[in-house]
């Protein structure tokens, strides 16, 4: 069958990559600019047959959650700024258990309740640090309707396929407006968790396979196992042995560090001469994809550099453009975030500048050319 063409909101067009993965509990509480994610999916989840609840707050859908995807539900939520820092405790819970989920976060102005109605991408080292402890993190960043379609998808993929959390960043530009896009009538290489080829008796939930990632039993299934926050052994039981503790951690960071080759995109345009890199993500790397192309036509070898996969940070795909780089530019929504780790990994061997803005207004592509030609 051919696909159907809509014009969606980027909003929408999550819910519907939300369907096309497969979700089967959504946990939420209403919060601008997300809020169009929980409306739609409030109405259409029941016709598939799954469940949508309203909590009482965001903490408790983080919670619900959590639960629904122990049963075996592939599991969402939805929020925004004020929000997603309530869901930071439970988000490590889940990172920390392994516990398969995806949390979209429509970012808008802050601190605090902030612009709600408003673009912002300040909550970058938030999806990164947000909660404590040292704790592996993957987070996507779409910059179009038909991507936030296609990297939902993905969302719900990764986080079967690597038993943890992945986070969705959307901005509100990219949140609220409305694109062309093709939706398939069937979408391949939709991934479920990893189940247990050994009995009851036999199951250990958190003993992994070579690859690193432990096979997941659902709740009723008959297998009966322990889940806990606390560090935990093989058995999934606490435990206060250092080593156990090192080893738990050690095997969370690797089970994703040994697999960049499958997480990170990237997208680049012009990268392949240029003297200039200009890095951006979501709306502002459409801005920022005008301004390279206005360069281009005045002589100036600028090109961009798109993190798709926010993080992990692609650095390996950022430093393999160093040598022939003489200036950097980061572009983005805040006062000064992703450019701190773009600075980390160029290491000096170039110049890093910034175009930074946090007053709720979308940066320009005349404010980068702006500065493409200051520092050329």
């Known amino acids: 069958m051919s696909p159907t063409i809509k014009l969606l909101q980027g909003n929408e067009a999550c819910v519907e990559g939300a369907l096309a993965a497969g979700i ?7 919060i601008t600019p997300s809020t169009e994610i929980a409306e739609l999916l409030a109405e259409k989840m029941p016709r598939v047959g799954s469940a949508f609840i309203q909590m009482e707050d965001e903490i408790a859908a983080m919670a619900a959650v959590i639960g629904a995807s122990l049963t075996g539900a592939k599991s969402m939520t939805a929020t925004s700024g004020p929000g997603f820092s309530l869901k930071q405790e439970n988000l490590g819970y889940a990172i920390y258990t392994e516990i398969p989920c995806v949390i979209v976060n429509v970012m808008r102005g802050g601190p605090s309740t902030g612009l709600p109605t408003s673009p912002s991408q300040s909550d970058v080292m938030q999806a990164r640090w947000g909660t404590h ?16 379609f296609w990297l939902t998808i993905r969302a719900f993929n990764l986080a079967e396929k690597y038993r943890t959390a992945v986070i969705l960043l959307l901005d509100e530009v990219v949140g609220h407006m409305r694109e062309r896009i093709e939706i398939p ?3 391949d290489n939709v991934l479920t968790r990893k189940k247990p080829s050994v009995g009851r008796e036999g ?7 070579a690859d690193l990632i432990p096979p997941m039993a659902s709740f009723g ?3 009966r196992y322990h889940v806990t926050g606390l560090t935990h052994d ?22 994703i560090d040994n697999n960049l080759d499958d997480i990170v995109e990237i997208e680049t ?14 709306s502002t790397a459409r801005s920022a994809s005008r301004a390279v192309k206005d360069a281009r036509a005045l002589g100036i070898k600028a090109g961009l550099f798109r993190p798709i996969t926010i993080w992990p940070f692609p650095a390996n795909e950022l430093k393999q453009y160093l040598p022939q780089l003489k200036q950097v530019i980061v572009a983005e ?10 600075e980390r990994n160029v290491a000096g061997k170039a110049p890093v500048h910034g175009v930074l803005r946090g007053d709720g207004e979308l940066i320009t592509p005349t404010q980068i050319l702006a500065r493409i030609k200051e520092v050329q």
Do not use: W
């Open 24 to 30: 089967q509990f959504y946990g939420g509480y209403p």
């Open 133 to 148: 402890g040292d704790h592996p993190v993957i987070a996507l960043c779409p910059s179009s309707v038909e991507e936030t």
């Open 185 to 187: 009538d069937h979408v």
């Open 203 to 209: 199951y250990r939930p958190y003993q992994p396979d």
């Open 221 to 223: 299934e008959g297998y």
């Open 234 to 255: 093989e058995t999934g039981f606490p435990t206060n042995d250092t080593e156990k503790a090192g080893i738990l951690i050690d095997r969370l960071h690797k089970k």
């Open 269 to 282: 345009q012009m990268m392949e001469d240029a003297e200039i890199m200009v890095v951006a993500y979501g």
């Open 333 to 342: 929504m805040n006062l000064g975030q992703l450019i701190l780790e773009v």
